[in-house]
């Protein structure tokens, strides 16, 4: 099969793909590329969602490119607004010329005789092959299995009614106006889902096992904005980078203080309708990610008591809703289990290197955005604790960095080398259930530089975009 050939291929018409393509074309002009989106549209996981009131779980003025702010002054914003600001921006660049749409990237095979990667595709059928080879390859599908979320098996499910519904596969035309809705979980989908829901349905009940922590900000800042007009939107951003950066520190360093003060401001909110119970979870703040109420839209549907929350264990499903450890049962016409999303690395795409398979839960992230004993292969990988365009946008800028260097020195291709004996950690430094179940199918950092990821964007600043792109652990060919 005769394949296409260009200098770099980007798997992903995502934000991490379109972060890519620019700073290709702006730091490496002369080089060809092309990107391969999977789905028919570009936006990855934000075309793939379609459930009720999805919207931005951090602010955009951060989530949005450091190339072309974000210009609205709703940092807070919903799926439209984001597909709409991401293909502007690819119209802007004339990124959208480089898209190949409905190409399914099945397998990445690296040759070192010839300096190439070759990539096998097919369309979303299976049945039109494609193959193209490059010089360097750039892995922006992030880090969900786009097929299926997590759904446990809950007993007595088939005898259950009604509807049940996993909000990544939401039916366009579900009809919940006057019916009881349960929503199974707590989580940034729930949270968002509720509030939205609430508008329609008889009733929005929120089972969860454990609480998360949640906060409430206004969908508009009034500091950033103040700030956008004085200083322009690159002041504005700033302002959400270092007000998130400390709020992060503080929680860290001070969690008991940080767990008064959430419960604090929720019982300020909920007043007679505060139950502590579900708003004390048993981790510290920051273990897992802090769930975003923007304008306080979820507190104000329980205000209103257009939802509730249950805080307790499912037995199993019965015919007309959910029996619970208590004792008790849920009525419900319509169950939603957002129960999480799975893991799944590199889109699932079948890696080899010199006909050996790579392992994912063997391999190293080199200063976050290699892995180890994989050439020319530069991965997307966000903060937990920040934007993930924040991580994305350095990453990119310093494979670029790396790939002019391999030009100006007549090198073919370079490869990070992890040494045996460094001590591993896992990669995402969260406690969330979704990245437990999906750990040994991921990569690892290390306690050690350049193997340990910062998760701190002036580090990182410092790191990628200013300090040399050679080190003793990259080999160059």
Same mark, same amino acid.
Request: glycine share 8%; with cysteine; hydrophobic share 35%.
């Given at each position: ?30 080089? *060809?590329?092309? /990107?391969?989106?999977?789905? @028919? ?16 779980? *951090? ?18 914003? %919903? ?15 004339? /990124? ?24 096998? =595709?097919?369309? @979303? ?7 193209? =080879? ?17 759904? &446990? ?18 039916? @366009?035309?579900?009809?919940? *106006? ?76 001070? &969690? ?100 050996? *398979?790579?392992? &994912?839960?063997? =391999? ?57 004996? /460094? ?11 979704? /990245?437990?179940?999906? %750990? ?7 306690? %050690? ?22 080190? &003793? ?5």
């Amino acid at each position: 099969m005769t394949a296409q050939h260009f200098d770099a291929i980007i798997i992903g018409a995502g934000i991490s793909g379109i972060s890519a393509a620019y700073h290709l074309q702006k730091y490496c002009p002369a080089k *060809s590329y092309k /990107i391969l989106e999977r789905r @028919e549209q570009l936006g990855g996981t934000w075309d793939l969602f379609n459930y009720p009131g999805i919207r931005s779980d *951090s602010d955009m003025y951060t989530f949005g490119f450091s190339f072309r702010p974000w210009a609205d002054d709703k940092a807070i914003a %919903e799926k439209g607004a984001i597909i709409d600001y991401l293909r502007e921006t690819t119209e802007e660049y004339g /990124i959208d010329k480089h898209i190949q749409y409905s190409s399914h990237v099945k397998t990445a095979a690296w040759h070192s005789d010839e300096g190439r990667w070759h990539i096998g =595709t097919t369309d @979303e059928s299976g049945q039109q092959q494609t193959h193209y =080879t490059c010089q360097h390859l750039f892995m922006c599908s992030g880090y969900y299995n786009y097929d299926q979320g997590y759904a &446990p098996e809950f007993p007595g499910a088939d005898d259950f009614q009604g509807q049940i519904i996993h909000p990544q596969q939401w039916p @366009e035309d579900l009809d919940y *106006s006057g019916k009881r809705v349960v929503v199974v979980g707590s989580g940034a989908t729930a949270i968002t889902l509720i509030p939205s829901m609430a508008q329609d349905a008889e009733h929005v009940t929120m089972l969860q096992r454990s609480p998360t922590y949640l906060g409430a900000k206004p969908a508009v800042d009034p500091v950033a904005t103040k700030l956008a007009r004085w200083f322009g939107r690159r002041a504005a951003r700033w302002w959400f980078i270092l007000h998130g950066m400390f709020i992060y520190a503080y929680c860290k360093k001070f &969690p008991d203080k940080a767990r008064a003060a959430m419960k604090g401001d929720i019982k300020e909110m909920l007043g007679d309708k505060y139950v502590d119970k579900h708003f004390s979870p048993d981790y510290d703040p920051w273990d897992q990610r802090v769930c975003l109420c923007p304008d306080g839209d979820f507190f104000d549907a329980i205000k209103q008591d257009k939802a509730s929350i249950v805080t307790d264990h499912i037995d199993h499903f019965t015919e007309n809703g959910i029996k619970l450890k208590s004792g008790d049962e849920l009525q419900a016409d319509i169950i939603v289990t957002a129960t999480g999303l799975q893991m799944l690395f590199l889109g699932g795409i079948e890696v080899t290197v010199d006909n050996e *398979s790579m392992t &994912p839960y063997d =391999t190293f992230i080199y200063k976050g955005f290699m892995g180890s004993g994989t050439p020319n292969l530069y991965v997307a990988t966000g903060y937990t604790n920040a934007s993930w365009t924040l991580k994305v946008d350095l990453t990119n800028k310093h494979a670029c960095r790396l790939i002019n260097y391999m030009d100006r020195n007549g090198y073919q291709y370079c490869v990070p080398i992890a040494d045996q004996n /460094i001590e591993p950690a896992p990669l995402l430094n969260l406690d969330s259930g979704y /990245i437990k179940r999906g %750990e040994k199918g991921f990569p690892r950092q290390a306690t %050690e530089k350049p193997w340990k990821l910062n998760q701190n964007v002036i580090l990182d600043n410092l790191a990628l975009r200013y300090s040399p792109v050679t080190n &003793p652990a990259l080999k160059f060919h």
